[in-house]
C-alpha cells in the first residue's frame, strides 16, 4: 500500500520519499532546501514530533514564525501574506489517499492557501497513519480522528471537542456544528500538480499527529 501511495503521488507531479523513522526526517529535510532558506510553517503535531518545527527555529532558516513570543493579531496576519513569497513551506495532511492526493481541513485557510500557491516548495510530512483508500475516507477521518483530536489540542469549543467526533460525522462537508471556534472551514484535495515536484511529501513509516 505505501508502494502504491508513493506511485501515485509520483504521478501526481508530487515529490515522494519514504523513511522508516522521524528521526531521519530532518537531515532529509536539510537535503531538500538550503540553509538561509526563508521558510513558513503551519500548524502541525508532526512537524513537532519529527523535530522540524526545531530545526525551522534553530537559525539555519529565516522562519516566519506566526507563533513567537509577544506577537500580535496583525504581526500574525502579515506572516500569512509574507508566507506567499517564502521558498518553502512546511505543513502535514490531515490524509493522503492511495490514489497520490492530500485531503486538508482549515480554519484560518492559511495552510491550504500555501499549498495551493505562493511558496516555491511546500515540504508536507505525514506517517502512515494518515493513509485513506480515497478522499471520501479523507474527509471522514477528519470528521472522526483528526478535527476532534485538533480541537482538544487547540482548545476550541466545538461539538466535536467534547463528544469525540463532528456532530454532522456521516454528512457533507459543509454540515457540521455551529460553533464559532470551528476549525473545519474550507476542504482541499489536492490532485495532479501543474508545477512538478513543487510539493514534497515525506511519508513517515510510523504513527504521527492526527
Known amino acids: 500500500m505505501i508502494k502504491k501511495v508513493l506511485e501515485n503521488l509520483k504521478k501526481n507531479n508530487m515529490e515522494a520519499y519514504l523513511v522508516e523513522t522521524r528521526e531521519e526526517v530532518v537531515p532529509l529535510v536539510e537535503k531538500l ?21 526545531e530545526l525551522l527555529k534553530s537559525g539555519r532558516y529565516e522562519f516566519l514564525d506566526r507563533a513567537r513570543p509577544g506577537i500580535t493579531p496583525e504581526e500574525v496576519q502579515q506572516v500569512y501574506r509574507d508566507t506567499f513569497s517564502a521558498d518553502g513551506f512546511f505543513c502535514s495532511a490531515n490524509a493522503i489517499t492511495q490514489q497520490g492526493e492530500l485531503v486538508n481541513v482549515d480554519g484560518n485557510s492559511n495552510r491550504i492557501s500555501a499549498l495551493l500557491f505562493g511558496p516555491e516548495t511546500v515540504i508536507v510530512v505525514a506517517g502512515v497513519n494518515k493513509i485513506v483508500t480515497d478522499a471520501e475516507a479523507g474527509f471522514e477521518r477528519i470528521k472522526r480522528v483528526a478535527a476532534p483530536k485538533n480541537a482538544v489540542r487547540l482548545g476550541c469549543k466545538t461539538y466535536c471537542r467534547d463528544a469525540g467526533v463532528c456532530v454532522a460525522a456521516e454528512g457533507g462537508l459543509a454540515t457540521g456544528c455551529g460553533s464559532k471556534e470551528r476549525i473545519c472551514r474550507n476542504y482541499l484535495v489536492s490532485g495532479p500538480q501543474r508545477i512538478p515536484g513543487r510539493i514534497k511529501v515525506i511519508l513517515v513509516n510510523e504513527e504521527l499527529g492526527y
Open 33 to 53: 532546501l538550503p540553509a538561509g532558506a526563508v521558510v513558513s510553517a503551519g500548524g502541525s503535531v508532526t512537524l513537532a514530533e519529527t523535530g522540524v518545527m
